[in-house]
Antibody, heavy 122, light 110 residues
Framework: EVQLLDSGGGLVPRGGSLRLSCAAS????????MAWVRQAPGKGLEWVSV????????DYTESVKGRFTISRDNSKGTLSLQMSSLRPEDTARYFC???????????????WGQGTLVAVSS | QSVLTQPASVSGAPGQTVTISCIGA?????????VHWYQHLPGTAPKLLIY???NRPSGVPDRFSGSKSGTSASLAISGLQADDEADYYC???????????FGSGTEVTV
């Protein structure tokens, strides 16, 4: 059974830093790209970042480029998101998600964590 | 503002059918990228409901169906049930933004 356990959220001041983690199990972690998706209070889902299975390729939504860094440790089955220069608009629940690999579900996210809450005070 | 446009809310009586539209553009849905749909109850993990425009993951009832045409897609829920009350999101990829894009979300009320 695929399981994704998000952790690391909390309350931080504007300009602060935070590191989110996602512990994965139930599948061959290194075979799949992983992503972070967030949901601000009262808003919809927003893709934040994605990393390839090998970790060699990453991509970010424009608003977090230069401030957030996605990484993974395939030996431990963990995904991370290092967030710095945090802004109040980064306040959201952050979900880690496994990207589907087959051609039929290409670029879909087939399993998600429960999310971890990040609050940035102004 | 979301790249993919959905109605804010739809409602229906138990047993009825509701349809949720997802309107995109030539740079995403119209460019041939697949549309995927998620069901989300606040505070829980989003669930993949439809992938590749029309396909259901194992365990998703056939009351849920997807379609795609041109620059838009739709999710239909037939035989509406109380536990279908949730937020529903469409998702695709945009080649101009080079980003995964989600719809604005639709709240379904039964």
């Amino acid at each position: 059974e695929v399981q994704l356990l998000d952790s690391g959220g909390g309350l931080v001041p504007r300009g602060g830093s935070l590191r989110l983690s996602c512990a994965a199990s139930g599948f061959t972690f290194s075979d799949f790209a992983m992503a972070w998706v967030r949901q601000a209070p009262g808003k919809g889902l927003e893709w934040v970042s994605v990393i390839s299975g090998s970790g060699k390729t990453t991509d970010y939504t424009e608003s977090v480029k230069g401030r957030f860094t996605i990484s993974r440790d395939n030996s431990k089955g963990t995904l991370s998101l290092q967030m710095s220069s945090l802004r109040p608009e980064d306040t959201a629940r952050y979900f880690c998600a496994k990207r589907c690999s087959s051609s039929k579900c290409y670029k879909a996210f087939d399993f998600w964590g429960q999310g971890t809450l990040v609050a940035v005070s102004s | 503002q979301s790249v993919l446009t959905q109605p804010a809310s739809v409602s229906g009586a138990p047993g009825q059918t509701v349809t949720i539209s997802c309107i995109g553009a030539d740079s995403n849905i119209g460019a041939g990228y697949d549309v995927h749909w998620y069901q989300h109850l606040p505070g829980t993990a989003p669930k993949l409901l439809i992938y590749g425009n029309i396909n259901r993951p194992s365990g998703v009832p056939d009351r849920f169906s997807g379609s795609k045409s041109g620059t838009s897609a739709s999710l239909a829920i037939s035989g509406l049930q109380a536990d279908d009350e949730a937020d529903y999101y469409c998702q695709s990829y945009d080649r101009t933004l080079t980003a995964y894009v989600f719809g604005s979300g639709t709240e379904v009320t039964v």
